[in-house]
């Protein structure tokens, strides 16, 4: 879902990146519209390229040897051994240890039965949720 913000970022970029600098309207070129110019806007497209790689990049992978916390600009390894717990602030889960507070990109309160099971037996069993339905309305006869 996070990429079809990148979609609606580019398709919102395309028309300011190829507009040129100096366009003005006037009656004479007005049923022509803009015209298509590479100039320095042509940049902006680099916007959501960017937008994209940090979204692709951005990731918690738990495996044996630990929970992996993957940034923009680096990842960080927490071994089973010095975790110490999660917790959870708002909606936002923390993995605690000695050092401080790591915080869990992508990783939601609804996603703690996945993150248990997937830790192989190093965190305890958590239920996942129960799916809430929205309250159904009888018919009127």
Not at 3 to 10: C, G, H, Q, S
Not at 94 to 106: F, H, N, S, V
Request: net charge positive; charged share 20%.
């Amino acid at each position: 879902m996070a990429y079809l913000a990148v979609l609606f970022v580019l398709f919102g970029t395309i028309p300011l990146a190829f507009t040129a600098a100096n366009f003005s309207f006037s009656a004479k070129h007005a049923a022509q519209g803009a015209p298509g110019v590479l100039g320095w806007q042509s940049l902006l497209l680099v916007f959501p390229v960017l937008v994209a790689v940090f979204i692709r990049r951005w990731a918690t992978i738990v495996d044996a040897n630990g929970i992996t916390i993957r940034a923009a600009f680096g990842k960080r390894l927490l071994p089973w051994a010095e975790l110490r717990g999660l917790s959870i602030r708002n909606r936002t889960i923390y993995a605690m240890t000695d050092d401080g507070a790591w915080r869990l990109p992508c990783v939601h309160v609804a996603d703690l039965g996945v993150l248990s099971r997937a830790s192989e037996g190093h965190l305890p069993e958590i239920p996942d949720p129960r799916p809430r339905f929205a309250p159904q309305r009888r018919r009127r006869r």
